[in-house]
């Protein structure tokens, strides 16, 4: 059975960062890209973020006995495949995956108006992927 204990510490988490992530989508592309606190705070909250994820989806695939994810982004392929995503959700978590390695591996290269865009744009998938890990995690 999955550990809910666990899975609902990590959600606590997600909702943490997203919420501070959800404060700074009111500043302007300006504003964010102009402050280094913000840029700095953001990279780290949305890593995090994403780390929980893939935190969750690890649990769900071991407690399940799936087949082993080949990366941190096949992990949620795992889950699709298995029906515990939806495809889109997937998908969105690839790509957030290969963001998070982008933050980890290549710091140094991340442009601040990507990062504001990502914080604009992406966050309602996050919120909605971890929304359905934790439906599932509550039924399983």
Aim: charged fraction near 30%; proline fraction near 1%; aromatic fraction near 8%.
């Amino acid at each position: 059975m999955v550990n809910r204990t666990k899975v609902e510490r990590q959600l606590e988490l997600i909702k943490e960062y997203l919420d501070f992530l959800q404060e700074l989508q009111s500043l302007t592309e300006g504003e964010f890209t102009g402050s280094k606190r913000d840029f700095h705070s953001a990279e780290r909250c949305l890593q995090l973020a994403i780390e929980c994820l893939i935190n969750i989806g690890n649990h769900i695939i071991s407690d399940k006995g799936l087949r082993a994810p080949k990366d941190y982004a096949d992990i949620f392929k795992v889950l699709a495949e298995n029906s515990i995503l939806l495809t889109e959700d997937g998908l969105t978590l690839k790509q957030m995956v290969q963001f998070r390695n982008r933050l980890v591996h290549v710091y140094w290269d991340i442009e601040p108006k990507v990062l504001w865009q990502i914080i604009q744009e992406e966050l309602g998938g996050i919120e909605r992927c971890a929304r359905n890990l934790a439906k599932y995690a509550q039924n399983h």
